[in-house]
């Protein structure tokens, strides 16, 4: 067994070797080019997913929320309750909230949308709000009568909704709100752009006007608290020791807010494994037409080797490890290419997509994965023909027929 195999090694380097180098540098580079494609999409998609993460994390939920216990509509004694959440010492901060739909008016156009009222103060410690604001300015805690808006909801500053926002709400300008029937007006302090279209379809306006439209003002209640946490910090392990604290309110990390974006991540999955098809077919077809062109090229050959009593198995073995070896040059050097220049490359240069900046990541299993599919493909593709070939009478092989 052992020198059939260093047989058939013996022969495919020969092959290799002996045969035209300008074929066997096409075919090596056309394979890189395949694996790159395999891994690119693959590294892209989990940049993608990380930064929406990243988004929904630093713009809108933190990464533990604290909502009211079932069939209660809001959390009593919220300050209290928020100074016992920051008794952790992997809390960084904690932003109790009051969360309900409006409708906005200004001009002629009218718009329903999410409203938080926030302690600006805390709110800062996080989400990361304040940095977004791309017109005029965050709010403050004594601020009354004024709002912030996402981009969404004023219109302009490239908002992906434009035709049903608020057309163009500019910093100075006032809008009508409606709350459970209670209309103010407010002026528009600052507008905001996290890029992360659910968050920038929201407003922000301080608690104390919220609970006045709300009708709930003095009563310290929050309808979420969102509870940021050190870097690194496991989101069940903060849970646990929320729950250690003898908090009874429901405690969810953001990854149960995260529904749409598992959504678009299956979407985006589903394109990438069509890619991937796509990729190892072509592969398939190279492989498959350059063995072949070598077979056809060596039929006299194999008949000769055929003839000292060399086994088709191990013929049929050579041109696969052939195969193997084109593909395992195409794997290592697209390998070589992607995680030591490309992935690096993106880290020091971020690629700008509507999302904001993004860089790829890559992952080696995923990366083991699509190279063992090149693997499989090369090899299909160089048994086909190489089988049928030696399968021919041993004359006709001689005779090149």
């Not at 005029?136 to 908002?159: Q, T, Y």
């Not at 013929?315 to 490890?321: E, G, H, T, W």
């Amino acid at each position: 067994m052992l020198e059939k195999a260093r047989v058939s090694f013996f022969l495919a380097s020969r092959s290799i070797t002996r045969g035209n180098k300008g074929i066997t540098i096409f075919t090596v580079f056309v394979l890189t080019l395949i694996f790159i494609q395999l891994v690119l999409f693959s590294s892209m998609l989990a940049g993608i997913t990380l930064k929406f993460n990243e988004l929904m994390v630093n713009f809108q939920t933190g990464n533990v929320v604290v909502e009211p216990k079932e069939e209660e509509r809001y959390i009593g004694d919220a300050s209290a309750l928020q100074k016992k959440i920051e008794s952790l010492p992997q809390v960084i901060g904690t932003s109790a909230r009051l969360k309900t739909t409006g409708n906005f008016r200004y001009k002629q156009k009218e718009m329903g949308a999410t409203v938080y009222g926030i302690d600006p103060a805390d709110e800062i410690f996080v989400t990361g709000l304040e940095d977004a604001i791309i017109s005029g300015d965050f709010l403050s805690r004594p601020d009354r009568g004024e709002i912030i808006l996402g981009r969404e909801v004023s219109g302009g500053f490239g908002a992906l909704m434009e035709s049903k926002s608020l057309g163009g709400v500019e910093v100075g300008d006032t809008v009508e709100l409606t709350i459970g029937g209670v209309t103010r007006e407010f002026r528009v302090k600052g507008i905001y752009s996290t890029r992360f279209f659910m968050a920038d379809a929201s407003a922000y306006l301080t608690k104390a006007d919220l609970e006045e439209l709300m009708g709930i003002e003095g009563r310290d209640f929050a309808q979420e608290i969102a509870v940021k946490t050190a870097d690194g910090t496991p989101e069940y392990d903060t849970r646990t020791a929320l729950l250690s604290l003898g908090i009874g309110e429901n405690i969810r990390t953001w990854h149960e807010f995260a529904g749409i974006l598992r959504l678009i991540e299956n979407t985006l999955g589903l394109v990438r494994n069509i890619m991937n098809a796509i990729g190892l077919l072509i592969a398939f077809v190279i492989i498959f037409v350059v063995i072949y062109v070598n077979i056809v090229n060596k039929k006299r050959q194999i008949g000769v080797q055929k003839a000292i009593g060399i086994e088709q198995n191990v013929i049929i073995a050579s041109f696969v490890l052939q195969a193997m070896l084109y593909a395992g040059a195409g794997v290592i050097l697209g390998y070589v290419f992607v995680r030591f220049g490309l992935v690096p490359y993106t880290v020091s240069h971020p690629v700008e997509v509507p999302l904001g900046s993004m860089s790829l990541r890559l992952d080696n299993a995923e990366a083991l994965n699509r190279a063992v599919l090149l693997f499989l493909s090369s090899v299909v593709g160089s048994v086909i023909p190489a089988y049928k070939l030696a399968q021919k009478d041993l004359l006709d092989l001689i005779w090149g027929k």
